[in-house]
Structure formats: structure tokens, C-alpha cells
């Protein structure tokens, strides 16, 4: 009879049902990284001059900077020169109706369930496909440009929107900020770009959906949202990538601002390949994403479910700059197998009255190691601001970590600040006593890590909480004990 | 219905059921009364199929079937229930969710339609009236927070919805008040019927006043050393252990 640790890592090493790989012609960059590479990529995608000027400067300062060693997490050295910086689908001429997606591309992203015919889709959920380092289809995009909403590729809004983003690219994270979001902004390839007008709430769902395919590239997109005043808009992101023996980077860069009144929800399911259980392969999720409450009265959401990646290495952050503004952080984060997740959020207050809800639940099995690290920095102009930070750890067997680091800096002396943190263990008698009543261990187990992550699952949008209650429950498959 | 023929069973390397016969037809109360750490709990949990013990000699046929062969769920969906002596706590998992969950499975392994919200709910509350039980129950998380007392009355009201063929109930008298024991006892009382059968571990005496037994048995050192009906249990409450110890003629703490 098998024990319930036993049954827990054979949930654990349950296979990885994306990792397949589509067979078409990529058209690479050559390997490394140059100065020429960064021209390169510039010119594939027919940018204008100010935006090649800033790559480069961003190259010239990643060229002064350091990995940093900060975070929990251990990774052999990554050779930067030994990356493929752009890697595009060939056969691609500018395309002008949905119709004309290579079928594989097509065939690619319905076997991940994302349909990219409208009739198909989820009713209510644009889709922007990002497959390796170009966009390539964009759903509902008349429908949405009937209220002046701009939604599409990131390299197309350059094109056609230069003003828009030469005016916010850089304006939240920019292209000095860190190591990973430095190398990003010299050779970011593709992303989304979202543009709600004045007084408009979007009436759905905007989705980008990201994918690896080609062998040996690095991911490097690129996300800007902008909210004009007393807009409203939900966003989401989801990514897969084929399983492979050596590790794959992606840093990718987002960039939310919220002008008065405006609300941007930004939901994460993030399931890029995690490795295999001795924790060969996988994809290195060094990501920067950061929003800024620019208004009055504005608010962003953040809401991750991060279950794939060998390494996750990301803080998405809420700059509260307009007075009454508001920043919450939802997060599920687990870990399995040899995974290892540093992540959490930083909240900045400046405003006046300004409120930021962080609610993190770590999620660790296997001999994985889930780690928290959250900032909340209280500036002295922020009068009245609060903050709320839950931080809960559950963990699955006794080869797994689970570790808290939140920072509190506090330059304000009417700041209210409020912390709590747990950790629980799911136990075996939890389990026997499930099991006595008449279900599975995985029932259980499921049982236990819904109820865990609950608050966080209430977040994100109705079809979404679906797919990541399903995504999480087999992340954590083969786990128990 | 349920057979034990010369168990042994072991926990943490050391032997604690040391052969023990028994015998439970349909419709019948068994109670098992004996010494703290004579292991009554351990046969309860061996027949709930904890993993942690280990049965290394014997067998036991439930319905003509061999009960240890089967995982825990498989044995609990077959219709064996177990009540906890120390129910356990899960937090963040709603207790209507548990149960309503754990009905199903027993039922679409009974081969009969799984239940909808409002057939569970129309369930439960009967359940729930006829233990005086508070609705709120429902809401809280599985034993979290709930008082020692609350805690048994659970077991006793997961019983009563899931409806098993064999209750082994361990202890489940002990941390209840007067009134609650009363409402308990009526509770198991009105479950009685000629196809199920209780197992009940119990150390008093004033149970059985209650639930009336068809059959004593006194368990010491791992094994049953003397079963009659329920006068023996009078009797045990007036002497103690430590005569029948030495009818039988072997010490209680004898060594392994
Ligand atoms: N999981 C375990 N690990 C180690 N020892 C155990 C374990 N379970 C039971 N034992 C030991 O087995 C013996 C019998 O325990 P058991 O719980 O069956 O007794 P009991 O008859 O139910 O006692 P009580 O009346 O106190 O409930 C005790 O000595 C106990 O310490
Ligand atoms: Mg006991």
C-alpha cells in the first residue's frame, strides 16, 4: 500500500500535457548578444529611430549591470551569448483577416484550448497570440476598436500608435530599472499593447496568451496597458512552452498606468514548462511587472496563479501615486518537484490616503522552495495610508521550503500597517481522515489547496478560476502527505 | 458481516493487536471496553486501513471480502465508517463541501445519482434536527475550531448522512455533556436497524445505558480476553480491569 508521501510525489511528477513542440520554420537571429542584434531586431520590426535609440540605451547600460543574487533561488550561470534574442515563425506576410494564420500556428494554439476563431472563443475574451517572439493573430479587434479601444501587438502599435507609446514605454519600469527588465527593453521582441479611451469600460475580457516554441530563444515581450480616466479594463496573460532539456529564459517586461479614476485588473494563470522532476529543463521566469496608480482615485489589481517554471523570479508592484488610489496583489504561487519560486510585490505609497491589500498563499511540495519577499514602502507625503499583507505558506510532504521576507519601510507616522502569517502543513492524518470518509487522495488534497487559495481564486475571472483550480490541481498531481 | 480471525497488527515497530478474534453479525452493537493503550483505537484504525499500521498476521472479511486488501477510501465506500476519538481539523475546507463531496463518491460507488445542492441540503438538515445541531455547522470549516464536544457530535452527524453498513465508533462518548451524549446515543439508536452494525469503544459504562449492546468485549494488551453481553460491562465498572487479568492469567503489561 502505498503512503500518502508516496502518492503526493507520484501527483508531483504527473506530466507536463503542453510540452509539445509545433514543427514550422523559425526565422532565427543569429546566437548572442551585440549591438547588431539589437539593430537587428529593431529593423525586423521596421521601428522608428527614437525607439532604436532606446533600445540601445538600454543595452549600453545592461552592459554595465549585474545579475543579481538576491533571491532565494540557485540556477547554474546563464550564458547570455548563447541565446537566440528573436525567433519568428517564417512565411509571414502581414496579415489582414484572422483566416490567414499558418493552420500550424492555428492547430498549435487550439490544442492549448485558445481557439483563434472568434465564434470559438470564450464569448466575452479578445486574444492576443504571441507565438515565440512575434504576435500572431489578435482577435475582436474591429468590435473593440468600435469604442476606441486599441488592442494588438506591441510591434503594431508602434507602428500605429507611435505617439501612444513613445509617450508611456518606460514611464513605469524603466529601461534602467533592473538587470533582467534592462536586457528586456534592448531586445524585447513582441507583447501586447491595450489603449482604453476616457469614460470606457471594456466589455471583455482582454487576453494575451504566450508561447515558446522554437529551441534555444529567449522570451522577451513586452506588455503596455494604459487606462485613461474613469476607464475600466481586465486583462489576462497565459503562457506554455514545449518541454526541453536545457532551460529557457524568458524576462519579460509590464507596464500598467492608470490615469484618474481608471481600473486595470491584470490576472496571471503562468504554466511555462517547470522542468521534469529531477529538475532538468524548464523555462526561467525573470519577469518585471509594475503598474502605477497615476490618477486619483485609481486602482490596479494584480492577480498571478504562477504553478510552471523551473525558476519563478518576479514582484509585480503598484506605484500609489494619485490620492485614494489603491494597489492589491492576489497570489497563488506553488511549487513542486525541484521548482523554486522567489516572489511578491512591492507597494509604493505616495499619495495621500492611499491603500494597498497584498494576499499571498505559497503553495510548496516535492523539494520544492516557495519563497515570499514583499516591500511596502510608506513615503512621508502619504498621509492616512494603509496596508494589508496576509502571507500564507502550505506545504505537501517534508522536502519542501517555504520562507517570508516582507520589508517595511515607513516614512509616515500615520501609516497604518498590518501583517499576518501563516504556515500549514497538509498532514497525513488530514488526508486518513478524507480517505475514511470516502475520498481520493488527490480529492483531498485538491480539497485542502482550493479552500488554501480561495481569496486569491475569487479574483480572477469566472472561466479563469476554472482553468486555474484545474491547472493547480495538476501542478500539485503525485504530491500528497 | 464483518469477521476478524487471529489479527496482529504493528505501529512504530512494535506489535500492539496481538491475535484477535472476533465476529460481528448483521444488525448487531458490539462494545469494546478496556485499559488505556490496550489498543482499541489501533483496531479501529486498522480496519479503517490507516497506513501507518501494519497488519502482519490475520485477516478480516467484511461481507465476504477481504477488508484489509482494500485502500481506506475503497473500505469507506463499501459502507465501513469510523468516528474518530480525535476527529481532525481542515482548515479552509467548508464542512457542508467535505461532506456533500464525500456523500457523492460513497453514492456513485453505491451505483446511485450523485446528489444536487438542493438534495444535499434537504439531507443534511433532517440529519442535523434529529442531532440538535446548529446550521452554522455547515458553513464552518471541517472541525476547525469546534470544542471537543461539537467535534464528536460531527462525526456522529457525518455518520448519519453517509449511512455506512459498519460504524466503528472510538470514544465517541468522551468530551460530550449529558444532554449531548443523550442526543448522540439517539442519534446512533435511530440508525439501528437489522443490516448495520456498530463497533463502539467506549470506557463508561453509562453509554451502554443508551446504546444497549448486544455484546461486551474486553480488550487488554492486544487481544480480547473475556466477551458476555452487557452485564459485563456492570461488572467492569464495579471492579475494574485487574480481575480479569488475572482470570485469564496473563499480566496485562506483559512484555512483548
Ligand atoms: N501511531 C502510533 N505510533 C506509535 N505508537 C502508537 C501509535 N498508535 C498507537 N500506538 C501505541 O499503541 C498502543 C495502543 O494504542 P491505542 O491508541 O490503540 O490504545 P487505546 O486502547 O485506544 O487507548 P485509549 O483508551 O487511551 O484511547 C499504545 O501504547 C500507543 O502508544
Ligand atoms: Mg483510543
Same mark, same amino acid.
Given at each position: 500500500m502505498s503512503t500518502p508521501t508516496e502518492t503526493v510525489e507520484q501527483l508531483a511528477s504527473r506530466d507536463y500535457k503542453y510540452g509539445f513542440y509545433t514543427d514550422i520554420e523559425h526565422e532565427m537571429a543569429p546566437r548572442g548578444l551585440s549591438e547588431e542584434i539589437v539593430r537587428l531586431i529593431s529593423a525586423k520590426k521596421q521601428e522608428p529611430e527614437w525607439l532604436l535609440e532606446w533600445r540601445l540605451h538600454a543595452y549600453r547600460t545592461w552592459l554595465t549591470m549585474k545579475e543579481p543574487t538576491w533571491g532565494n533561488v540557485t540556477y547554474g550561470p546563464i550564458d547570455y551569448q548563447n541565446i537566440i534574442y528573436y525567433a519568428a515563425p517564417k512565411k509571414r506576410p502581414v496579415l489582414q483577416s484572422l483566416d490567414e494564420v499558418d493552420p500550424e500556428i492555428r492547430r498549435t494554439f487550439e490544442k492549448l484550448g485558445? $481557439?483563434?476563431d472568434e465564434q470559438k472563443l470564450f464569448s466575452g475574451v479578445a486574444v492576443d497570440a504571441v507565438f515565440d517572439s512575434v504576435s500572431v493573430a489578435t482577435t475582436f479587434k474591429e468590435k473593440l476598436a468600435e469604442l476606441g479601444i486599441i488592442f494588438c501587438s506591441f510591434s503594431e502599435a508602434v507602428r500605429q500608435h507611435p505617439e501612444l507609446v513613445r509617450k508611456y514605454l518606460g514611464t513605469v519600469v524603466p529601461y534602467s530599472d533592473n538587470f533582467f527588465a534592462t536586457l528586456n527593453s534592448a531586445v524585447f521582441s513582441d507583447g501586447s499593447f491595450a489603449y482604453i479611451p476616457k469614460g470606457v469600460r471594456c466589455p471583455m475580457e482582454l487576453s494575451t496568451y504566450f508561447r515558446i516554441n522554437a529551441r534555444e530563444t529567449g522570451q522577451f515581450e513586452r506588455t503596455l496597458i494604459v487606462a485613461e480616466e474613469g476607464s475600466y479594463v481586465s486583462y489576462l496573460e497565459g503562457c506554455t512552452a514545449p518541454m526541453r532539456d536545457e532551460n529557457q529564459l524568458h524576462a519579460a517586461v509590464v507596464e500598467l498606468v492608470a490615469l484618474d479614476n481608471a481600473t486595470i485588473k491584470y490576472s496571471t494563470v503562468q504554466n511555462w514548462? $517547470? /522542468? &521534469?522532476? &529531477? /529538475?532538468?529543463g524548464g523555462i526561467y521566469n525573470f519577469v518585471t511587472k509594475r503598474g502605477k496608480?497615476? /490618477?486619483?482615485?485609481s486602482k490596479i489589481t494584480w492577480t498571478q496563479v504562477e504553478t510552471g517554471s523551473a525558476i519563478t523570479w518576479k514582484y509585480p508592484g503598484c506605484i500609489l501615486q494619485g490620492d485614494n488610489s489603491i494597489g492589491e496583489f492576489y497570489s497563488v504561487a506553488t511549487t513542486n518537484n525541484r521548482q523554486q519560486a522567489d516572489t511578491g510585490t512591492k507597494m509604493i505609497h505616495l499619495g495621500k490616503n492611499t491603500k494597498s491589500t497584498i494576499v499571498s498563499k505559497g503553495i510548496s511540495a516535492g523539494h520544492g522552495q516557495n519563497t515570499y519577499r514583499g516591500l511596502v514602502r510608506i513615503a512621508k507625503g502619504a498621509v492616512g495610508a494603509h496596508n494589508y499583507s496576509q502571507c500564507d505558506s502550505l506545504l505537501i510532504g517534508d522536502k519542501c521550503g517555504a520562507h517570508t521576507f516582507p520589508y517595511l519601510e515607513i516614512r509616515n507616522s500615520t501609516a497604518r500597517v498590518e501583517h499576518e502569517a501563516s504556515t500549514s502543513k497538509i498532514g497525513e492524518d488530514q488526508i486518513f481522515y478524507s480517505r475514511q470518509r470516502g475520498l481520493s487522495t488527490e480529492d483531498a488534497v485538491n480539497m485542502i489547496v482550493s479552500g488554501f487559495c480561495k481569496d486569491v481564486f475569487r479574483q480572477l475571472p469566472m472561466e479563469f478560476a476554472v482553468e486555474a483550480q484545474k491547472l493547480l490541481s495538476i501542478s500539485l498531481e503525485g504530491s500528497v502527505g | 458481516m464483518l469477521t476478524i480471525r487471529n489479527l496482529h497488527a504493528r505501529v512504530a515497530g512494535r506489535e500492539i493487536l496481538r491475535g484477535i478474534d472476533l465476529s460481528i453479525r448483521f444488525g448487531e452493537v458490539h462494545a469494546i471496553m478496556g485499559p488505556n493503550g490496550s489498543g482499541k483505537s489501533t483496531l479501529a484504525r486498522v480496519l479503517a486501513g490507516h497506513p501507518e499500521y501494519e497488519v502482519t498476521a490475520g485477516e478480516v472479511t467484511f461481507e465476504g471480502e477481504d477488508l484489509l486488501a482494500m485502500d481506506p477510501e475503497t473500505r469507506a465506500r463499501i459502507g465501513v465508517f469510523m468516528a474518530f476519538q480525535y476527529p481532525v481539523e481542515i482548515p479552509g475546507v467548508n464542512n457542508a463541501y467535505f461532506l456533500k463531496a464525500a456523500l457523492n463518491t460513497v453514492r456513485k460507488h453505491r451505483g446511485e445519482e450523485e446528489l444536487d445542492a438542493m438534495e444535499f441540503m434537504t439531507l443534511v438538515r433532517d440529519r442535523m434536527k434529529q442531532l440538535d445541531m446548529d446550521e452554522d455547522f455547515l458553513n464552518r470549516p471541517v472541525n476547525d475550531g469546534f470544542s471537543g464536544g461539537e467535534k464528536k457530535r460531527n462525526e456522529i452527524f457525518q455518520m448519519a448522512v453517509l449511512e455506512p453498513k459498519l460504524a466503528v465508533l472510538d470514544e465517541? =462518548?468522551?468530551?460530550? =455533556?449529558i444532554d449531548a451524549l443523550r442526543v448522540v446515543a439517539s442519534g446512533v439508536n435511530a440508525m439501528r436497524n437489522a443490516d448495520r452494525s456498530f463497533l463502539v469503544v467506549t470506557h463508561y459504562q453509562r453509554l451502554l445505558n443508551y446504546i444497549v449492546p448486544d455484546v461486551v468485549h474486553v480488550l487488554s494488551d492486544g487481544r480480547i480476553v473475556r466477551s458476555g453481553d452487557k452485564a459485563l460491562a456492570l461488572e467492569l465498572e464495579d471492579k475494574g480491569y485487574g480481575w480479569l487479568e488475572q482470570a485469564v492469567g496473563s499480566p496485562v503489561r506483559e512484555l512483548r
Open positions: 485558445i $481557439p483563434l514548462y $517547470p /522542468g &521534469d522532476k &529531477d /529538475g532538468k496608480c497615476a /490618477g486619483v482615485n | 465517541t =462518548d468522551s468530551g460530550l =455533556d
